[in-house]
């Protein structure tokens, strides 16, 4: 069952980061209904990639983000022409692909489809697939059974044009040796500013000047459209929050469910293994053996010796350090003969030796955590939120369909839907589109709704648009300022600033080159510069104070003519001068370093081919990108 997903690791792995990720949005015709209907951002071989695609994988990626950095997401980060072409690009490479395996008629069959769908760690209780689970999990993040398979078979069917591509690279060991001989090796630099300040009193800025750089950068000057509005909110935490759960309910979904409450018996145990390899002669195993029963015959002798046996004699890299310890586990995380005897023993018993495919292994059980029924009530407070969020979900619908009606119907005002709903209707100060955006999760459609100048005119409710997974807003404005650009008086001595500024920048940078030109005849008095305290830089490692490109600069020079000196421009405006005075070679990798940097190396390599391989099928194919549906409206 789990060689499919043991084959194909990087399409579970995708799966499995969408499974956390809210789908409603998208809904099942999404993956049937990729039809030729609406405007479309690009065409692959004739076939449209529409608008409405491409708002759905913005969304999922807005998603993506909010989910990763949590408060600090800022949905104007997708914002860029950049970002949206990228997000283009995706769609495109992936409808290539999607054609490669149309040609080649590459298939998943309905059993490989559920084999791998089972071996899926969140569909499974007790190592097992779990029908009622899958349902369940699926459930809660708004996707039906349908929609979730025609997506896994989907990634399946272009696995076999990746997988050889992405994963079948492999490094050369030299080459990867070079690799971590450059990316490991040290330099020390000392760095001297020359500060733009200083230069700043032999500047003069004219009121002309100032006059000039606001004609002409006026758009800079300007303060932005901002509006008060009224929005509301209709979500399924809004409808829970009304939702009453009978306490016989709460009772009846415990007992229903009493193993969700269990926790299994947890064991800790410590060991000392010798090794056994799979092909190891007769005589190879014996001594093996008579290895294991001598340690155990000096651990059972002294048992507070155990961790200083395990550090000198297990050859169980992973655990030898720490005295042998392999922290608790349940069953089924260990192999059955270790499990089995590990188990059977008692808190403080010294059992061995052990026969696993692994070698021998002397156990010393340290702990035992005896399995735990939680109470009714310890988790009745959990029961019942869950039973809230179920009845809100099934209530969500019908609201939401009501929620849309009213602020279409009674277009001039939110408080009929927020009273038959029993919703609040929020009132903001002045916003910018930015900030109405961030109101909004994100939601770009809204803002533009709310700024349309049919909306500032008529000041009425905007249409109810979905901003998440199972979240509907409406807003309408109640005050709106246009953009306007400041007076020049309010900003002059802004403009006076930075023109003074940038001027000291330059006379600093024309110094600093003058005097990295003195360096490089070997003038280091002449100079005269006071570097500070040497710093340990890495090529790819940031470091404080020192830009990427000055980094890259310190490693491009020669290590076998120090010191040298190399300068860049700083990101306040002053000029750096670095003095490289020493190179530090990396140390000789081990194995296991050499096989960790090879499978990088090898992914780098393989994701390079994946993109020439995609330039490939670009070339060949017919592929249009429509740059204008690109524009944020």
């Keep these: 069952m789990y060689d499919l997903l043991h084959k194909h690791k990087h399409v579970a792995q995708g799966i499995l980061a969408l499974i956390t990720l809210p789908f409603a949005f998208f809904g099942v015709d999404f993956y049937f209904n990729r039809g030729d209907g609406g405007t479309s951002v690009a065409t692959v071989d004739g076939h449209k990639i529409t608008q409405q695609e491409f708002d759905d994988t913005l969304r999922e990626q807005q998603q993506r983000m909010r989910q990763a950095l949590g408060a600090n997401f800022d949905a104007s980060m997708l914002d860029s022409p950049e970002v949206r072409y990228a997000l283009v690009e995706q769609l495109v490479n992936q409808r290539l692909l999607e054609n490669r395996a149309r040609a080649g008629r590459f298939r ?11 071996g899926l760690p969140p569909f499974q209780e007790d190592g097992k697939f779990s029908t009622e689970r899958y349902r369940q999990v699926l459930a809660a993040q708004g996707m039906s059974p349908l929609a979730f398979e025609q997506r896994v078979r989907g990634e399946l069917v272009l696995a076999p044009l990746q997988d050889p591509i992405v994963n079948g690279s492999i490094a050369a060991q030299t080459a990867v040796a070079h690799y971590l001989a450059l990316s490991e090796q040290k330099r020390e630099v000392a760095v001297a500013t020359i500060a733009a300040e200083p230069f700043e009193k032999n500047v003069k800025v004219s009121d002309a000047d100032v006059k000039a750089f606001y004609e002409k ?9 901002v509006a008060k509005i009224e929005y509301l909110l209709l979500n399924q935490d809004a409808i829970a929050a009304q939702v009453k759960v009978d306490p016989a309910e709460a009772k009846q979904a415990y007992e229903a469910n009493a193993k969700q ?3 299994n018996e947890e064991r800790q145990a410590s060991h000392i293994l010798i090794a056994v390899k799979p092909d190891a002669s007769d005589a190879e195993k014996a001594a093996a ?3 294991a029963e001598d340690l155990l015959a000096k651990a059972r002798a002294k048992p507070d010796s155990f961790a200083e046996l395990a550090k000198a004699n297990s050859q169980d890299t992973g655990s030898a350090a720490q005295g042998g310890d392999l922290g608790s586990f349940a069953r089924g995380a260990m192999v059955k003969p270790f499990e089995d005897a590990v188990f059977a023993a008692k808190a403080g018993d010294i059992v061995g030796p052990v026969q696993t495919d692994f070698g021998y292994h002397v156990i010393k059980v340290t702990g035992i955590t005896p399995s735990h029924v939680q109470s009714f009530d310890e988790v009745k407070g959990r029961i019942e939120a869950d039973l809230r969020r179920q009845k809100a979900a099934q209530k969500f619908a019908s609201a939401a369909d009501q929620f849309q009606n009213l602020v279409y119907e009674q277009a001039d005002s939110l408080a009929g839907a927020a009273k038959a709903l029993d919703l609040k209707v929020e009132a903001t100060q002045f916003l910018t589109r930015a900030q109405v955006q961030a109101l909004a999760l994100g939601n770009q459609k809204f803002v533009d709704a709310v700024f349309s100048p049919e909306s500032i005119s008529s000041k009425r409710n905007t249409e109810a648009m979905e901003v998440a997974p199972n979240a509907l807003i409406a807003g309408r404005i109640v005050e709106y300022k246009p953009a306007a650009p400041r007076p020049l008086a309010e900003v002059q001595d802004e403009i006076r600033r930075q023109l003074t500024h940038k001027a000291a920048s330059e006379l600093a940078h024309q110094a600093g080159r003058e005097k990295l030109a003195l360096l490089a005849q070997g003038k280091e008095r002449e100079a005269g510069l006071s570097f500070g305290k040497p710093v340990t830089v890495l090529r790819n490692q ?5 830009a990427p490109d000055a980094l890259k600069t310190i490693f491009e020079e020669d290590p076998h003519k120090l010191p ?10 002053s000029y750096a001068i670095y003095k490289l005075e ?9 194995a296991a370093r050499l096989q960790a940097a090879g499978a990088r190396v090898g992914s780098e390599i393989g994701r390079e081919l994946m993109s020439a391989y995609l330039a490939s099928l670009k070339s060949e194919g017919d592929v249009k990108i429509n740059a204008s549906a690109l524009e944020k409206k």
């Excluded at 950068?217 to 459209?225: D, I, K, S, V, Y």
């Design 217 to 225: 950068n006026t758009a800079a000057f300007q303060t932005p459209e």
């Design 582 to 590: 020493k190179v530090t070679d990396a140390p000789a990798p081990d």
């Design 289 to 291: 053996k008579k290895k």
């Design 108 to 118: 998943v069959s309905d059993t490989q489809l559920q084999q791998f769908i089972a």
């Design 564 to 573: 040298a000196y190399s300068g860049a421009v700083t990101a306040s405006g």
């Design 542 to 546: 940031p470091q404080q104070g020192i």
């Design 261 to 263: 409450y269990t926790t």
